[in-house]
């Protein structure tokens, strides 16, 4: 199957594709999403295929409206709402309970429960305005790797498997959106992202952050979260705060094999770097570091003599919080020690 690259003028045909039970890759503000009707289950199952996605992880399913998420949710609760109205369009899915009937198994892994998403992206509004249905949407990476953040990281993993993607350009944010599950009375984040727990809990006060690492025996709440996700080819490296940079040089310098380094820009600029660190600037900030972090991973795949990755850490709180959580999930837990 060739897959086509549809430009923002031509929304009218991907959204036939979509209703024809195709798969169309959409953009977001966080990352590329692999979108197909959430209604026809075969295009559903079409999805976990092209991804390589274990059948029990749910999909996110993309609404351009709350009427759309009134006809699949058994209720909307009252803090749901005030959710929806203070961050829709926007990087929050709330996990709501399920109508019984409406969605198939595939879309939720056999759970009780869905999750919402109202991106904030007009052209993607568009797509499921004109579809007709709501779109469901994991990120459009094969299973395991760095989501797509251009649609040019899209093309790499899924070109031959999917009829099109819609090319928005680069996303603004580049890490997936909060998820909130809003099922039970407690809520709880399962998956931190752009919408913070301070800004939820200025909504609708004390929430829980539940995103821990799940042991082997354990069932995490979100199930995705219990599988290898965001790992290039090399090993990554997180380099702590207050970890001197002269040191992960000079280690860099000993290794008989080219190292990625990603650092802020004032990093990069200040040490002097040997011929093998191949650098990959993380720009100003949190906000510029969440941004990149997929694509410099993705980078360094294409380059295979670089067999490892340093990576700056940031502060756990607000962005920083999401953009660590996907840190250590690509590099399995592993930080940067002098050896
Ligand atoms: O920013 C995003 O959320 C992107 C864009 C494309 O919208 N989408 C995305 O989808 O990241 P995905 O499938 O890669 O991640 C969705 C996460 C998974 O960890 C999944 O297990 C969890 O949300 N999830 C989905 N439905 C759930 C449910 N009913 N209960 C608990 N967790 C759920
Ligand atoms: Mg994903």
Redesign the pocket.
């Known amino acids: 199957m060739d897959t086509r690259i549809f430009h923002l003028d031509e929304i009218n045909q991907a959204a036939k594709a979509i209703q024809e039970g195709k798969l169309v890759a959409f953009p977001?503000e966080?990352?590329?999403?692999l979108g197909a009707d959430a209604t026809n289950e075969k295009a559903v199952k079409n999805v976990y295929l092209a991804k390589g996605r274990p059948s029990d992880?749910?999909?996110?399913v993309?609404v351009a409206s709350v009427e759309m998420v009134e006809k699949y949710a058994s209720e909307i609760p009252e803090n749901a709402r005030k959710l929806m109205t203070k961050f829709w369009p926007g990087?929050l899915?709330i996990?709501l309970n399920i109508k019984k009937g409406v969605l198939s198994k595939t879309v939720?892994?056999g759970?009780s429960?869905?999750?919402f998403?109202f991106?904030d992206c007009q052209p993607t509004l568009d797509l499921i305005k004109k579809a007709g249905v709501p779109i469901v949407?994991?990120?459009?990476n094969t299973s395991g790797k760095p989501?797509p953040t251009t649609a040019q990281h899209v093309y790499h993993d899924l070109h031959g498997k999917i009829a099109g993607i819609i090319d928005n350009g680069p996303t603004r944010v580049g890490v997936?959106?909060t998820?909130l599950?809003m099922s039970t009375n407690q809520p709880v984040i399962?998956?931190p992202?752009a919408v913070t727990k301070h800004q939820i809990e200025d909504v609708i006060g004390s929430i829980d952050l539940n995103h821990h690492h799940v042991g082997k025996n354990e069932t995490p709440?979100?199930?995705?979260?219990k599988y290898k996700h965001y790992a290039p080819n090399a090993q990554v490296y997180i380099v702590d705060e207050g970890t001197d940079w002269k040191q992960v040089v000079d280690w860099i310098k000993q290794q008989p094999f080219d190292v990625g380094m990603m650092a802020e820009e004032k990093i990069l600029q200040q040490e002097s770097l040997p011929m093998n660190a191949i650098q990959f600037s993380l720009g100003k900030n949190v906000a510029d570091a969440s941004a990149r972090l997929f694509d410099g991973l993705r980078q360094f795949d294409d380059q295979p003599n670089v067999k490892a990755i340093v990576t700056q850490a940031f502060p756990i709180k607000d962005l920083g919080r999401a953009y660590m959580n996907r840190l250590n999930k690509s590099a399995g837990g592993e930080h940067f020690a002098i050896k």
């Open positions: 977001t966080t990352v590329y999403g992880n749910p999909l996110i993309h990087s899915t996990i939720t892994g759970l429960t869905v999750a998403r991106p949407g994991p990120s459009a989501s997936e959106s998820v599950d399962l998956r992202g709440k979100a199930p995705g979260m």
